[in-house]
């Protein structure tokens, strides 16, 4: 069975995202790589989250120990207003190298579910790392999913979060103003 490494954002986007990879025949392994969430206390009600759903449905899932904040806050620097391509290919570049090296034979992101990200931008970082780092990149617009994907977690009562990640992203969810 061809080995399958998958970006985990959270456990909402998840879920469905793991059944239609294991459908389509790949075994599913995790990594949980987002330096993009802050405060640390909400990355860690976040990962909590995703442990529990992969404790559930028997995913394997890789954490790495740093959460590398300040290399987020590096990229994005002067790029505040266009800072979520930044935010793609640092999480993407991570989760492609991981695969690389540890034998994965393609990888993908749980990001591709969801409506609220920008799909298209995705996908294009997806492809161009693909191709700078040597594998597979596995693609598929998952987005009508999302509801059925937040219906498989309803149960399981897990932490859901208000806003994206980064604190601009928390600004402008709560101050209905975007960052300059
Ligand atoms: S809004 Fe979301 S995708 Fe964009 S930089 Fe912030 S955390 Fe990343």
Redesign the pocket.
């Known amino acids: 069975m061809k080995k399958l490494l998958l970006h985990v954002c959270c456990a909402h986007c998840a879920a469905y995202t793991v059944e239609h990879w294991r459908r389509e025949g790949y075994e599913v392994s995790g990594l949980w790589y987002n330096p ?2 802050h405060p640390f206390a909400e990355h860690g009600k976040r990962l909590e989250g995703v442990k529990a759903l992969a404790d559930k449905i028997a995913m394997p899932l890789v954490v790495p120990e740093s959460y590398e904040m300040v290399e987020f806050f590096r990229r ?1 620097a002067g790029k505040e207003a266009g ?2 391509g ?3 290919d640092l999480r993407l570049e991570k989760t492609a190298r991981f695969a690389r090296e540890n034998g994965f034979d393609a990888f993908t992101t749980t990001l591709l579910i969801s409506p609220q ?2 799909h298209e931008l995705i996908r294009e970082t997806a492809e161009k790392i693909a191709v700078e780092k040597g594998v597979a990149f596995l693609y598929a617009d998952l987005r009508k999913r999302y509801s059925d994907s937040r219906h498989i977690t309803k149960p399981m009562d897990l932490y859901r979060q208000q806003y ?3 604190i ?2 928390e600004y402008e969810r709560y101050s209905d103003r975007k960052t300059k």
Request: proline share 0%; charged share 15%; net charge positive.
């Open positions: 993009n969430i994005v800072r979520c930044c935010c793609f990200q920008k994206c990640g980064c601009y992203s």
